[in-house]
């Protein structure tokens, strides 16, 4: 059974300040993907990650996938308010299977 | 304008009385899916389907049904809801990938938001 973790769950950080959110899967695969949830609202899509190594930017986000560790990360730069919402990470089953896992979520509140 | 809708948004109903929630997507995708949304549990996965007539189970399958008679509509059948159904559940949908097993990021819908008394 494929386990997707990430950590923090909650994440409180003043505006200004960096930090990293992490995404631990159990599974081979070679496509993570990120998306964003604003309280009370949908999921977006945010980064698509396709291959080990892969590197991609969105202002002040960078989300980066190493598949031999079976790790992506979330990096935020100089956090803004507008940043303040819940994180997914989400990783298919493979093995055969388009059951896709999602990580619990990160919530993250940027205080000015 | 592409997007996935789904209907009713909010639905307030009792225990045993059957209901459907509707989606369907306008951007001609092959996967579409439904999830439920659970605080502190994430999404978890419903089911899913891969095209017209192909459907397979989620990670939290029980008490639900589906159907994908048409590319478009993915409708979620709750045949005799029960409290613990009490749930936000998305409806999404994307292209799949050919050459691998995996799907390109996906629209999610609006949510509905279902109360079983």
Redesign the interface.
């Known amino acids: 059974e494929l386990k997707v973790e990430q950590n923090p769950l909650f994440l409180s950080m003043q505006e200004g300040k960096n930090y990293t959110i992490y995404c631990n899967y159990s599974t081979t695969?070679?496509?993570l993907?990120w998306?964003r949830q604003d309280p009370g609202k949908?999921?977006?899509?945010l980064f698509?990650l396709l291959s080990n190594g892969a590197v991609k930017q969105e202002g002040r986000l960078m989300a980066s996938l190493d598949t031999k560790a079976r790790l992506s990360t979330l990096h935020i730069t100089a956090a803004v308010h507008d940043l303040s919402a819940t994180y997914?990470c989400?990783v298919?089953s493979?093995a055969?299977?388009?059951?896709?896992?999602?990580?619990?979520?990160t919530k993250l509140s940027v205080i000015p | 304008e592409a997007q996935v809708t789904q209907n009713p948004r909010y639905l307030i109903t009792v225990t045993g009385k059957k209901l459907t929630v509707t989606c369907s997507q306008n951007m001609n995708h092959e996967?579409m899916?439904w999830?439920r949304q659970d605080p502190?549990?994430?999404?978890?996965?419903i089911y899913?389907s891969?095209n017209v007539e192909v459907t397979?189970?989620?990670?939290v399958p029980e008490g639900y049904k589906v159907s994908r008679k048409e590319k478009r509509n993915f409708p979620l059948i709750l045949e005799s809801p029960s409290p613990n159904q009490t749930s936000l559940y998305?409806c999404?949908s994307s292209l799949l990938l050919r050459g691998?097993?995996?799907?390109?990021?996906?629209?999610?819908?609006?949510?509905t938001r279902l109360t079983v008394l």
């Open positions: 695969s070679d496509r993907y998306y949908s999921l977006e899509s698509v997914f989400a298919y493979g055969g299977s388009y059951q896709l896992t999602f990580g619990k979520g | 996967y899916s999830y502190g549990l994430g999404l978890r996965q899913y891969m397979d189970k989620g990670d998305f999404a691998s097993r995996s799907t390109d990021t996906q629209y999610f819908g609006p949510g």
